[in-house]
């Protein structure tokens, strides 16, 4: 069965992010998909020393072993200054080609103000840099607090067209997590394909 993991680079506790990455994971798991949030505002997750091992440094080894069970990875931030969260990239800082190479990731963004493009393209760029496999499908959540509303500590996206994007990234993250280049030729290191 394939596994589908978020990671939720939001602290809050009513944090957007978190509930779009829950819409993601549902429509992964409707997909036949295992999921799992890794929600990093419950790990101790120093910043990253690079003069020790992740592993050994608060609950790095946890964040390496989540992230290199998965057959693909949701990344969702909240948009800083126009790009992505440091809780985010603290954590990515952790992991290198070991958990990331060859994996499928999907990406989903979402912003207090106008779209969250360029933080998208942020993410996209590092995870190119890890040699990940990203969908072409992003998902992004602009003016966030007019589209996802709290109530009894539940999220939930309030625009149709919004919920339905965040679903085709969960769906997609499924359909290409086994994504293989074709048989080994010249083309085949060119185009790659998916499981249907």
Known sequence: ??????????????????????????????????????????VDLPPLDADRDAADQGDGAQLLAAVDAADAVVLGTPVYHGSYSGVLKNALDYCGFDEFEGKTVGLLGVAGGSFPVTALDHLRSVCRALNCWVLPH???????????????????????????????????????ATIEP???????????GADD
């Open 138 to 176: 992003q998902a992004a959540i602009p003016r966030a607090s007019q589209h996802v509303s709290y109530s009894g500590g539940e999220g939930r996206i309030t625009s149709d067209d919004l919920d339905e994007r965040v679903r085709v990234l969960g769906r997609r993250v499924v359909q290409y």
């Open 1 to 42: 069965m394939t596994h589908v993991l978020a990671l939720c680079g939001s602290r809050r506790d009513e944090s957007a992010t978190r509930a779009a990455l829950d819409v993601a994971l549902a429509a992964a798991e409707a997909a036949g998909a295992s999921t799992e949030l890794f929600d990093l505002r419950t």
């Open 182 to 192: 074709e048989p080994a030729t010249f083309e085949a290191g060119e185009n790659l």
